[in-house]
Each structure stands twice: as C-alpha cells, then as structure tokens.
C-alpha cells in the first residue's frame, strides 16, 4: 500500500491500518493471530483496519471499523 500510495501521489488515511499478504495472483491472504494484530491496532489509536475477508467471526475491537477485502484491487479501491 505505501508504493501505491507513493505512486498515486496520495497519502493513505492517518487511522488506517493495512493487514495481510499479496498472493502472486493479487489475492489478499490472510494472517495468523488476526484477533491479536485488531487489538493492537486499536491500542494504537488506529480507527480502519483494511484486511483479508475474515474466515470465522472475528471479535472486533469496538471503534474500529474492519473492511475485508478479496484482492488487491478491492483493498486499493477502499483506501484511494
């Protein structure tokens, strides 16, 4: 996301944070201790979290909005 965002020339929101990995094929994985990474970003002060489409219910930390994307394609449209 920050060479996206260098390349667009546009900065990626101060509360946002981006989880996950980039498969080859631009889907977005997802990462293990999901849980445990919202908690911290919410310790942080972060209000977005960007990631991969949560598989089970995940227990979001409350003020902190999660957008789960697919692909890379989806998550770029959600942040510019």
């Known amino acids: 996301m920050a060479v996206a965002s260098g ?6 929101g101060k509360g946002v944070c981006v989880i996950g990995e980039i498969g080859l ?3 977005v ?3 293990g201790n999901i849980e445990k990474r919202l908690m911290e ?3 942080l002060g972060f209000e977005m979290v960007v990631g991969p489409m949560l598989s089970k219910k995940a227990d979001i930390p ?3 909005t ?3 994307v ?3 394609k ?3 449209n959600v942040l510019f």
């Open 62 to 64: 409350r003020g902190l």
């Open 7 to 12: 390349a667009k020339n546009i900065p990626i």
């Open 41 to 43: 970003c919410h310790k």
């Open 25 to 27: 094929t631009g889907e």
């Open 66 to 68: 999660y957008s789960g």
């Open 70 to 72: 697919k692909t890379l």
């Open 29 to 31: 994985r997802s990462v």
């Open 74 to 76: 989806q998550a770029l």
